[in-house]
């Protein structure tokens, strides 16, 4: 074969390759494209789990690494630029070779199982502009070489278990406009020269051992997180032409006055606040009409005292109120009516006195969550209290409530399933300003902390109060209700025998009462009964049987004439259950003693004078009357 030939040949394929070459082969690449072809096998290498295949595309034989799953090359030069393997579930470590990838701009490892350590090499890709880790198992120390990307904007490093402090040489990433490391393990200050960095919109540290004081607030964050740390010392106050949106300082060991940062200029924006979980004391200032965008306010669990400042009324876009855990006195001041778009109220443990007032339920119409518990409110449960249709949560417990439980109870059409429609407005974070909401609530002998489920939470507390009369039918037409608490009141007559259509109840404590009659055959049909409590009544008759019922702890029923499993007392001495009690009250029976009605009536004649002519005169003692006659004639 001559010279020629051979020169022939070569321009020949040279030809065909250049027509293939967007096709296949890597040959008329960049020369840096064989680096980032090695560095991704090499990655792959370290991954030792892949139940999903996310890299199956990533082989040997497969020379086009563009084409790779969650692999972006950069059209022109076709190097890597964007690594995204989110949710692929790998399993493994992320190899040093990634900083071989050095036009890299954006990875992506969002919820896998990397462990070990985030590799220094990393350092070196100075085209970073977004680093995102998030939901991994990555340890060891934020590498101080990442102080190298100096184009990074994006940092999320949140839900690892990384250690150690927030490396020096943070305030040289000028570009940096999003910072989190949430959900870690790490620990020190904040380092000053973070508050340096002009473009910083979000500080998200929520959840680690951080410490030290917070001084100032750079006027370009929107949103701090520092929720669940060990910071201390005063609040901040904000300056003029803060953009701060969003401040969660709750679980902290802040001190002090709340004068300092809510009387402070720069508050105007802010939708979201929440000191909870603090040791802040003294009054709760008078400087609400500053905060005019408020949406959600958190207070919970200081030691504030004095009384509601008058000014939350000038707050109207408040949704959200949490001042529960406190010492906070006096009456509910009359400028709440203005919170017309509150959907939660929150004062338990408090030392509130007065009555409930009914503005609550004329101008607060959109509450789910009410919660009173553990104050000294007095007077009756206003009727108004009824117009709340949308409640599903209402806590009233351990007061010094009296009179009677309203029959308008079942005016609440969430409770009732009339209404199904179920936003969860509830839905709680402690970072990036999602609205919060956390409710300590007792159910089923237990005191729990709600969050995300708070939405599905069904609760009416009215135990510990000094409540009289009869439990009202009414109230089991609330065929969605979860925990129905009416323990140590004054509570007479029966338990409703309709009490079975309260399909969903899971806890039903009545305890501590004066009821009277027999258990509800009824509460047999209730499947979801975990927690039950009749006891210290004066109920009678055989125990109804049901796997749930017979399953309680015999302490459930102790107090009364009760008999039959679980009780050791059989019932050879008592009747057979007569459920005619019950359905007086429901209407169902038509048995007729005719001997009594004769009497009825010739007695009316003799007492048509003497009683009822009175009667006409008092219309709660004729109800009460035609009752009382109506149940006689049924007897
Ligand atoms: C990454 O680059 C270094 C030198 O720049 C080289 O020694 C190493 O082999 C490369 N790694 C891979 C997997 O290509
Ligand atoms: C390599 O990847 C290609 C797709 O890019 C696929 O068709 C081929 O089956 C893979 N080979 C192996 C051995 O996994
Ligand atoms: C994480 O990814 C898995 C699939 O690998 C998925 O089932 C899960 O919902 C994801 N978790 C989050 C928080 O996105
Ligand atoms: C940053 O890069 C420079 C060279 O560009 C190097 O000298 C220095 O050690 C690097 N710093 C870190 C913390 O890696
Ligand atoms: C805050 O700044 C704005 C201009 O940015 C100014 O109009 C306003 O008067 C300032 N308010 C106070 C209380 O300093
Ligand atoms: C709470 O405040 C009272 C005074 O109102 C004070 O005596 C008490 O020590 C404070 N408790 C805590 C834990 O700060
Ligand atoms: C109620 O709101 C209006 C404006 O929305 C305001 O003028 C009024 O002062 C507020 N009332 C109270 C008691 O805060
Ligand atoms: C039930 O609530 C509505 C408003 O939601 C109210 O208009 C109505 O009067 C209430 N009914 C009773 C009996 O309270
Ligand atoms: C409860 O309220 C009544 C008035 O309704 C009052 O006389 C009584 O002192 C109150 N009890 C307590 C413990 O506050
Ligand atoms: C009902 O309330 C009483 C008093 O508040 C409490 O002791 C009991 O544990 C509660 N019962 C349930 C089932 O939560
Ligand atoms: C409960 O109310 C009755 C009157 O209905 C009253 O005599 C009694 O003192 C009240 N109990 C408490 C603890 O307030
Ligand atoms: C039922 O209530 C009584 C009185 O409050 C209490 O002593 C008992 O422990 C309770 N039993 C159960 C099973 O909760």
């Given at each position: 074969?001559s ?6 040949l070569q321009?020949f ?7 293939l ?6 040959i ?6 064989n680096?980032d072809?090695l560095?991704?096998?090499a990655i792959?290498?370290?991954i030792?789990g ?6 199956t595309s ?7 690494f ?20 989110s949710?692929?579930?790998?399993i ?16 992506q490892l ?8 985030i590799?220094?090499?990393?350092g ?6 977004e ?21 990074l904007?994006v940092l ?6 990384l ?6 040489g943070?305030?040289s990433?000028?570009?940096?406009s999003f910072l ?12 000053p020269?973070?508050w340096?960095?002009?473009r910083?919109?979000?500080l998200?540290?929520?959840?680690n051992?951080?410490?030290?004081n917070l ?5 370009t964050?929107?949103t ?39 009387c ?6 802010i939708e979201?606040?929440n ?6 004391s003294g ?7 500053k ?7 958190g207070?919970?669990?200081n ?8 000014t ?9 109120l949490?001042?529960g855990?406190?010492k906070?006195?006096g009456s ?5 009516m ?12 408090n ?13 607060l ?8 518990r ?9 009727h108004?209290l009824?117009y709340?249709?949308?409640a599903?949560?209402?806590d ?7 009179g ?12 009732s399933?009339?209404e ?9 974070s402690?970072n ?12 089923k002998g237990?005191e729990?902390?709600y969050?995300?489920?708070l939405?599905l939470i069904m609760?009416l ?18 065929h969605?209700?979860?925990?129905l ?16 259509d ?14 009277s009659?027999e ?7 209730l ?10 009544n004066?109920?009678?008759?055989r125990?109804?049987?049901s ?7 015999e302490?459930?029923f102790?107090?009364n004439?009760l ?7 059989d019932?050879v ?18 048995k007729?003693?005719w ?5 009825i ?11 009822l ?14 009752r009382?006659?109506r149940?006689l004639i049924?007897v």
């Amino acid at each position: 074969m001559s010279a020629k030939w051979l020169l022939f040949l070569q321009s020949f394929l040279f030809a065909i390759l250049t027509h293939l070459a967007p096709f296949s082969t890597p040959i008329h690449k960049a020369p840096g494209t064989n680096v980032d072809r090695l560095a991704l096998l090499a990655i792959k290498s370290m991954i030792k789990g892949d139940p999903q295949g996310l890299l199956t595309s990533w082989n040997q034989s497969s020379t086009d690494f563009c084409q790779w799953q969650g692999v972006t090359c950069s059209p022109r030069h076709q190097r890597v630029t964007h690594l995204d393997l989110s949710d692929g579930g790998l399993i493994g470590t992320l190899s040093p070779s990634i900083g071989n990838l050095s036009f890299l701009r954006v990875i992506q490892l969002f919820n896998n199982s990397f462990s070990n350590e985030i590799p220094p090499e990393i350092g070196r890709l100075f085209r970073l502009r977004e680093l995102r880790l998030v939901y991994n198992s990555f340890t060891g120390k934020i590498p101080a070489t990442i102080m190298n990307c100096s184009n990074l904007q994006v940092l999320k490093l949140g839900y690892n278990n990384l250690v150690g402090n927030i490396p020096d040489g943070i305030g040289s990433l000028s570009m940096l406009s999003f910072l989190y490391l949430n959900n870690n393990i790490l620990q020190g200050g904040i380092p000053p020269e973070i508050w340096r960095l002009f473009r910083l919109q979000t500080l998200d540290l929520y959840n680690n051992f951080f410490t030290g004081n917070l001084l100032s607030i750079a006027p370009t964050l929107h949103t701090l997180s520092l929720c669940f740390n060990n910071f201390g010392g005063k609040l901040p106050s904000l300056t003029n032409g803060s953009a701060l949106i969003s401040l969660d300082l709750s679980r902290n060991y802040f001190v002090g006055s709340l004068h300092t940062l809510v009387c402070s200029n720069g508050v105007n924006k802010i939708e979201y606040l929440n000191l909870g979980y603090n040791q802040l004391s003294g009054v709760i200032p008078e400087c609400w009409e500053k905060w005019s965008s408020l949406i959600v306010l958190g207070l919970s669990n200081n030691n504030l005292s004095g009384e509601i400042p008058r000014t939350l009324g000038s707050i109207p876009s408040l949704q959200l109120l949490n001042m529960g855990g406190n010492k906070i006195s006096g009456s509910l001041p009359s400028s709440l009516m203005n919170l017309s778009y509150l959907k939660v109220l929150q004062l338990e443990q408090n030392n509130l006195v007065g009555i409930i007032p009914p503005w609550i339920g004329i101008k607060l119409t959109l509450l789910k969550l009410l919660n009173l518990r553990s104050n000294n409110f007095y007077g009756t449960i206003p009727h108004q209290l009824c117009y709340l249709s949308h409640a599903h949560i209402l806590d009233l417990a351990h007061n010094n409530l009296s009179g009677n439980i309203p029959r308008c109870f079942n005016n609440f059409s969430v409770l009732s399933g009339i209404e199904t429609n179920l936003e969860n407005t509830f839905s709680f974070s402690c970072n990036s300003g999602s609205v919060y909401a956390v409710v300590s609530l007792v159910t089923k002998g237990r005191e729990d902390t709600y969050d995300d489920i708070l939405g599905l939470i069904m609760l009416l507390d009215l135990s510990s109060n000094n409540f009289s009369g009869r439990i009202p039918t009414e109230l089991t037409s609330l065929h969605k209700l979860k925990s129905l608490n009416l323990s140590g009141n004054q509570l007479t007559g029966n338990i409703p025998n309709k009490i079975g259509d309260m399909k969903e109840l899971e806890s039903f404590d009545v305890s501590v009462n004066k009821l009277s009659g027999e258990l509800p055959v009824s509460l047999s049909r209730l499947n979801f009964l975990s927690s039950f409590n009749v006891s210290y009544n004066n109920l009678i008759g055989r125990v109804p049987s049901s796997t749930q019922i017979q399953s309680f702890n015999e302490s459930s029923f102790l107090g009364n004439k009760l008999c039959g499993a679980p009780l050791i007392n059989d019932c050879v001495h008592v009747d057979k259950p007569d459920t005619t009690s019950d359905q007086k009250e429901d209407g169902g029976s038509h048995k007729v003693d005719w001997g009594l009605i004769i009497s009825i009536v010739l007695g009316f004649i003799t007492g048509f004078w003497a009683i009822l002519v009175p009667l006409i005169l008092n219309r709660s003692r004729r109800i009460a009357y035609f009752r009382l006659l109506r149940k006689l004639i049924k007897v």
